[in-house]
């Protein structure tokens, strides 16, 4: 099914020069990019788009982390695109990522992995909206 959904390229990727990489995986499995945008998110944006992790050890780590530096916001689409993006992403912890998905090959730990990537139907249009509201039916 053609879908949309909403992925992030994080601060230390976007540091340490790995956007055009990380967008080429996406752009060659056959995803159209529909949106993007560079932004420095403040704390009330960083705090709604991990709003299910309030609360967890590592939410105050994570929001600041977020909001440290600029990161890429991005809505792409194609073929089953939230789980396919999922797959080309990988496993939340770089160190148990597949060899060749996103996170094994730019991310550093748990929290510095590379991207994000919303995780469900739900989450991706609470997301898209979230940061391109102008997209949302
Ligand atoms: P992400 O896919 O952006 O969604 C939630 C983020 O929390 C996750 O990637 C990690 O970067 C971050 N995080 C930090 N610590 C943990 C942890 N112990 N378990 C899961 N996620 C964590």
């Not at 601060?11 to 990019?33: K, L």
């Not at 944006?45 to 977020?66: C, M, P, T």
């Not at 789980?83 to 080309?88: E, L, Q, V, Y």
């Not at 998905?101 to 730019?106: C, G, N, Q």
């Amino acid at each position: 099914m053609r879908e949309r959904t909403f992925i992030m390229i994080k601060p230390e990727s976007v540091e340490r020069g790995h956007i055009g990489e990380i967008i080429t995986r996406f752009e060659h499995r056959g995803f159209r990019i529909v949106a993007m945008r560079m932004e420095k998110l403040s704390r009330e944006k960083a705090e709604a788009q991990y709003e299910e992790h309030r609360g967890k050890d590592f939410f105050e780590n994570l929001v600041s982390y977020i909001c440290s530096a600029p990161v890429v916001l991005i809505v792409i689409e194609g073929e089953d695109a939230i789980s396919t993006a999922r797959k080309i992403v990988g496993e939340t912890d770089p160190k148990k990522a597949e060899p060749g998905t996103i996170r094994a090959d730019f991310g550093i730990d748990i929290q510095r992995n590379a991207i994000h990537a919303a995780d469900s139907p739900e989450k991706a249009k609470l997301e898209i909206k979230l940061h391109f509201p102008e997209l949302s039916t």
